[in-house]
């Protein structure tokens, strides 16, 4: 079977940083995703990694370790529209596998 | 303007109903999935198609059935076999190796009553 284990919901302050982990146990592995998802709307794609290592695109970051099946998102100077769900994915080759999201609440 | 349509974005339907969801692109990609998501859930995948007139089950294919008769359309239809149909039903779509790119519709909210 395939699991992606990432936390529930997270809660952070307007400005700050946070980390989004996600651990991942596929039985074959072509890329990690991050999606953001607000409430009752699509995800939109925030980041892709393939290789090990540190993937930055503004004030979203994403980090890969295949031998440790792990990635966090990591997201800088947050604001409140930040605010939704962060759904970690793993492509197994033409199959995508999705983890149960973690809402993240942005507070002032 | 390139993407993927979904319609209805609300559907309300009568327990032991057919109802069928529909999703085009024109983004010129050949494959296309159909996902659910429950509140709280991820997305778990129903059927995919990587060409025109083929698809695969996915994870949770019962009660569900596709066609793909178009390369631009891909319609689901959930049937009175699917136990608890109320959901939020995703349609996707990639290009043929650029599974690295995919674009979400904008999703059906199916209520059955």
């Known amino acids: 079977g395939q699991n992606i284990d990432q936390p529930t919901e997270m809660t952070a302050t307007e400005g700050a940083i946070v980390q989004i982990n996600c651990t991942y146990q596929?039985?074959?592995?072509?890329?990690l995703f991050w999606y953001q998802q607000h409430a009752g709307e699509a995800p939109t794609f925030l980041s892709y990694?393939?290789?090990?290592g540190l993937e930055e695109k503004g004030r979203f970051s994403s980090f890969l370790s295949r031998s440790k099946g792990y990635s966090y998102l990591l997201l800088k100077e947050l604001q409140m529209k930040d605010s939704a769900s962060y759904l970690c994915?793993?492509?197994?080759?033409?199959?995508?596998?999705f983890g149960s999201g973690t809402k993240l609440n942005v507070k002032p | 303007d390139g993407g993927i349509t979904q319609s209805p974005k609300y559907l309300f339907r009568k327990e032991g109903q057919n109802v069928t969801l529909s999703c085009e692109q024109n983004?010129?990609?050949?494959?296309m999935y159909w996902y659910r998501q429950d509140p709280g859930q991820g997305l778990r995948l129903i059927y995919y198609?990587?060409?025109?007139?083929?698809?695969q089950k996915g994870d949770i294919a019962e009660g569900y059935s596709v066609s793909r008769e178009k390369k631009e359309s891909f319609p689901l239809t959930v049937t009175s076999a699917q136990k608890n149909p109320t959901a939020f039903y995703l349609c996707?779509?990639?290009?043929?190796?650029?599974?690295?790119?995919?674009?979400f519709g904008p999703g059906t909210r199916l209520t059955v009553l």
């Open positions: 198609s990587q060409i025109v007139n083929d698809f």
């Open positions: 996707a779509s990639t290009p043929v190796g650029r599974t690295d790119t995919q674009y």
């Open positions: 994915a793993v492509l197994n080759f033409n199959k995508f596998y």
């Open positions: 983004l010129n990609h050949d494959a």
């Open positions: 990694n393939v290789l090990d």
């Open positions: 596929t039985s074959g592995f072509n890329g």
